[in-house]
């Protein structure tokens, strides 16, 4: 996301490249071209004006350090202003009353329905909460049917009423039958429309007005980018909503919506959405945000998803096996299976720093491990626990059952021994033995 933002900025620092100092001159001209940047990637232009006019103010009132070179000082000031702009700090979800009514607002397809079922998964995995999901959208019998498939997926029943078409009725019904199955958390799912209408606002608000809820969000299209931006002002002038959840962000190489939306209505960014699967949902962190578009990548989200991931005991276990020099393709295939767990390959790649650039042009599918786990689902039960028995034969047949060559199924073992060896060497402290035996050079 934001590739297009990233390089232009990228181009537009290159001015001040090796500059001895920051000067009146060459700031307007890079401040110009940082502007010219937002524009192109769909910023509002009174924002994208603004903001450039603050970053020129700061940066040549700046007491430059003789360490720091004017282009890093200027890097520095845009990334806390980016950050500022989409606003400064992350803001929590509220979760109030008995039961916490969530309502959810939007236009058709700007993807409600499915963050309606990503954000009930979140907040029973992750808050331990009981929600209910409400089928709120009766003209579209598709959404009730996506909302009972979505609520299969993520473990969490869904509230419908066959043949009740006031949305109102339903909302208000679903909040007593909440109440009578003691679930904590209410998530109402409400009608798009391809437009901003009178009926449809006149509708959200109705609903809003009668279930009380004590957190609205506006879902909205990051793709849509400016348009995006007009509808959430839209509806936030009629509905006052309490946050916004930018969806499709991975597909948005431009990030207009991202940088120019709280400004303009003034509501928090809340959370984005990356990708279809149902635990591709995270809470909208500006300062991480400006990381990734200044191409700095994101570690603390990625150690976050791993933590997340991760399992002490597990761990241990994992420790002692490989100490013993007993780790085999179960354990292996396990490992795969807990990266996948954390998202997109191409997604956790870019939030490494400089490797997000570097990957920019690359495509990397998510189906990276799909030949490793045929060829260790080709195993047997004993080749995967005693990997040294695989020999030439076994080989062959296991090569045969994956549809791959000989030449992969040796590579696959190869890499295996490879990541044993250095994980037994790390597990037995074995980095700072190699330290100890290294030659020490004479005074």
């Given at each position: 996301?934001?590739?297009?933002?990233?390089?232009?900025?990228?181009?537009?620092?290159?001015?001040?490249?090796?500059?001895?100092?920051?000067?009146?001159?060459?700031?307007?001209?890079?401040?110009?071209?940082?502007?010219?940047?937002?524009?192109?990637?769909?910023?509002?232009?009174?924002?994208?004006?603004?903001?450039?006019?603050?970053?020129?103010?700061?940066?040549?009132?700046?007491?430059?350090?003789?360490?720091?070179?004017?282009?890093?000082?200027?890097?520095?000031?845009?990334?806390?202003?980016?950050?500022?702009?989409?606003?400064?700090?992350?803001?929590?979800?509220?979760?109030?009353?008995?039961?916490?009514?969530?309502?959810?607002?939007?236009?058709?397809?700007?993807?409600?329905?499915?963050?309606?079922?990503?954000?009930a998964l979140q907040l029973?995995?992750?808050?331990?909460?009981?929600?209910?999901?409400?089928?709120?959208?009766?003209?579209?019998?598709?959404?009730?049917?996506?909302?009972?498939?979505?609520?299969?997926?993520?473990?969490?029943?869904?509230?419908?009423?066959?043949?009740?078409?006031?949305?109102?009725?339903?909302?208000?019904?679903?909040?007593?039958?909440?109440?009578?199955?003691s679930i904590n958390t209410?998530?109402?799912?409400?009608?798009?429309?391809?437009?901003?209408?009178?009926?449809?606002?006149?509708?959200?608000?109705?609903?809003?007005?009668?279930?009380?809820?004590?957190?609205?969000?506006?879902?909205?299209?990051?793709?849509?980018?400016?348009?995006?931006?007009?509808?959430?002002?839209?509806?936030?002038?009629?509905?006052?909503?309490?946050?916004?959840?930018?969806?499709?962000?991975?597909?948005?190489?431009?990030?207009?919506?991202?940088?120019?939306?709280?400004?303009?209505?003034?509501?928090?960014?809340?959370?984005?959405?990356?990708?279809?699967?149902?635990?591709?949902?995270?809470?909208?962190?500006?300062?991480?945000?400006?990381?990734?578009?200044?191409?700095?990548?994101?570690?603390?989200?990625?150690?976050?998803?791993?933590?997340?991931?991760?399992?002490?005991?597990?761990?241990?276990?994992?420790?002692?096996?490989?100490?013993?020099?007993?780790?085999?393709?179960?354990?292996?295939?396990?490992?795969?299976?807990?990266?996948?767990?954390?998202?997109?390959?191409?997604?956790?790649?870019?939030?490494?720093?400089?490797?997000?650039?570097?990957?920019?042009?690359?495509?990397?599918?998510?189906?990276?491990?799909?030949?490793?786990?045929?060829?260790?689902?080709?195993?047997?039960?004993?080749?995967?626990?005693?990997?040294?028995?695989?020999?030439?034969?076994?080989?062959?047949?296991?090569?045969?059952?994956?549809?791959?060559?000989?030449?992969?199924?040796?590579?696959?073992?190869?890499?295996?021994?490879?990541?044993?060896?250095?994980?037994?060497?790390?597990?037995?402290?074995?980095?700072?033995?190699?330290?100890?035996?290294?030659?020490?050079?004479?005074?």
């Open positions: 996301m934001f590739e297009n933002l990233t390089d232009k900025l990228e181009r537009s620092f290159k001015v001040l490249k090796g500059e001895g100092k920051i000067t009146e001159i060459n700031v307007a001209e890079t401040v110009k071209e940082i502007r010219r940047a937002l524009i192109d990637a769909d910023v509002n232009y009174k924002v994208a004006k603004s903001f450039t006019d603050e970053v020129k103010q700061k940066a040549l009132g700046a007491n430059v350090l003789t360490a720091v070179k004017p282009g890093q000082m200027l890097t520095k000031i845009v990334h806390d202003e980016l950050a500022a702009l989409m606003g400064g700090t992350s803001t929590d979800i509220k979760l109030e009353g008995t039961p916490a009514v969530i309502l959810i607002a939007g236009l058709q397809g700007s993807g409600k329905t499915t963050f309606s079922g990503k954000l029973r995995e992750k808050r331990h909460r009981s929600v209910l999901l409400v089928a709120g959208d009766v003209y579209r019998p598709a959404a009730i049917d996506q909302l009972k498939i979505l609520g299969q997926q993520v473990g969490v029943e869904v509230y419908t009423e066959d043949g009740n078409t006031n949305p109102v009725e339903i909302a208000e019904n679903a909040i007593k039958y909440a109440r009578s199955k209410v998530i109402v799912d409400t009608a798009g429309r391809l437009a901003v209408d009178e009926a449809m606002m006149q509708e959200i608000t109705a609903i809003k007005a009668a279930v009380n809820p004590c957190e609205t969000l506006f879902v909205v299209d990051s793709m849509t980018g400016q348009d995006a931006v007009n509808t959430a002002k839209e509806f936030n002038d009629r509905l006052d909503f309490d946050g916004v959840v930018l969806t499709k962000l991975d597909g948005d190489t431009r990030g207009g919506a991202a940088i120019s939306i709280r400004t303009v209505v003034d509501k928090p960014i809340k959370f984005m959405s990356l990708g279809e699967k149902m635990d591709a949902l995270q809470v909208f962190h500006p300062e991480r945000m400006a990381d990734r578009i200044l191409g700095m990548g994101d570690v603390v989200s990625l150690v976050e998803r791993a933590q997340e991931q991760y399992d002490e005991q597990a761990a241990r276990r994992l420790k002692k096996k490989i100490y013993k020099d007993e780790f085999d393709f179960n354990d292996f295939i396990d490992q795969i299976a807990q990266i996948k767990k954390m998202g997109g390959m191409k997604d956790l790649m870019s939030m490494i720093p400089g490797v997000g650039r570097a990957l920019k042009d690359v495509e990397i599918s998510d189906d990276i491990f799909k030949q490793t786990e045929a060829i260790i689902g080709s195993m047997t039960p004993e080749e995967r626990a005693k990997p040294s028995i695989i020999n030439a034969s076994r080989r062959e047949r296991i090569a045969r059952g994956s549809g791959v060559t000989i030449g992969d199924v040796n590579r696959l073992m190869k890499q295996f021994e490879e990541s044993r060896k250095m994980m037994k060497m790390v597990a037995g402290g074995g980095m700072k033995q190699m330290m100890r035996n290294m030659p020490r050079r004479r005074r």
